[in-house]
């Protein structure tokens, strides 16, 4: 069996759902795991089914969004030969496949009310019949089901049958999103970052620079945990230096001065006018004694949002400055901002 995926947090509302999993675990009950996505459901149902009796028997996965309604009930409940077109021979189900361990449903809110139906049977009393068929065979499954809806919500508006949440809820986890777990990003963005370090074959992670840091702790994450890992092993290739903090983060793959909007490309230096020059810090006056140094502090402040609003492009920034490329590099070099 692989080893189990890593459950990383310290904050109070990860620990808590951890605990709850980590207590339901050893009964023999239907567990519903909430929350957005990216959020670590799946990590959830795996832990249910490591701690439970049922450890060294099969853990089975479907996702219920991923199939058209007309295969789900085949891939849940299996088919006999002949049962619709294209079905040369039986097959059992996900039900049958996980006998004697733990199936988990991802995206349970999804699934079709004939197929809500047929589940209602099997988690009420543990049997089933396969498509084109009328014999009835037992299955002994641990059910965890997983989704992002409000399922008591969908049941006021007739999409999820209300006796079917009554028996999968014996046991509600719900995960708490990233933006709720500020203490926990750094810990994980670290935890990725050595995992990729190591996949790139570099001796060490050398660490994130401070406003990298920044950044991680102020974006709002929307798609949690897994945006996160997909940010920061995204850092580390792109910036490609073993020895130097990584020192550039790219939030958004999609962003590019050519990126189609509306089906019309941008050229970089339209875009590049038209956006907002960067914003200048307060004027504080009282205490300037050399005019000089402080227009020269001045000035690299605004190189310095310059380059923080466009990703560090120095043709962008130039643009946007008014000033040709060799100009702006001689003026990064003038305030030590070149970082070569």
Sequence with gaps: MAAPAQLIGSSTSFLDAVERASAAAALNRPVLVIGERGTGKELIADRLHRLSPRWS????????????????????????????????????????????????????????????????????????????????????????????????????????????????????????????????????????????????????????????????ASWHWPGNVRELKNVVERALYRWGDADRPVGQLVIDPFESPWRPHGGTAISPVTEASEMPPPSRPPLKIDGVSDLRSAVAAYEKQLLEAALERHRHNQRRTASALGLSYDQLRHALKRHGLLGE
């Design 57 to 216: 028997q099969p853990l089975v996965s479907l996702n219920c969004a991923a199939l058209p309604e007309n295969l789900i009930d085949a891939e849940l409940f299996g088919y006999e030969a002949g049962a619709f077109t294209g079905a040369t021979r039986a097959r059992a189900g996900r039900f049958e496949d996980a006998d004697g361990g733990t199936l988990f449903l991802d995206e349970i809110g999804t699934l079709s009310p004939p197929a809500q139906e047929r589940l209602l049977r099997v988690v009420e009393y543990g049997e089933l019949t396969r498509l084109g068929s009328n014999k009835v065979i037992a299955v002994d499954v641990r059910l965890v089901g997983a989704t992002n809806e409000d399922l008591p919500a969908l049941v006021a508006k007739g999409r999820f049958r209300a006796d079917l949440l009554d028996r999968l809820s014996f046991e509600v986890i719900t995960l708490p999103p990233l933006r709720e777990r500020a203490e926990d990003i750094e810990v994980l963005a670290t935890h990725f970052a050595r995992r990729m370090a190591a996949e790139l074959g570099w001796p060490r992670f050398p660490g994130f620079a401070p406003r990298v840091l920044e950044q991680l």
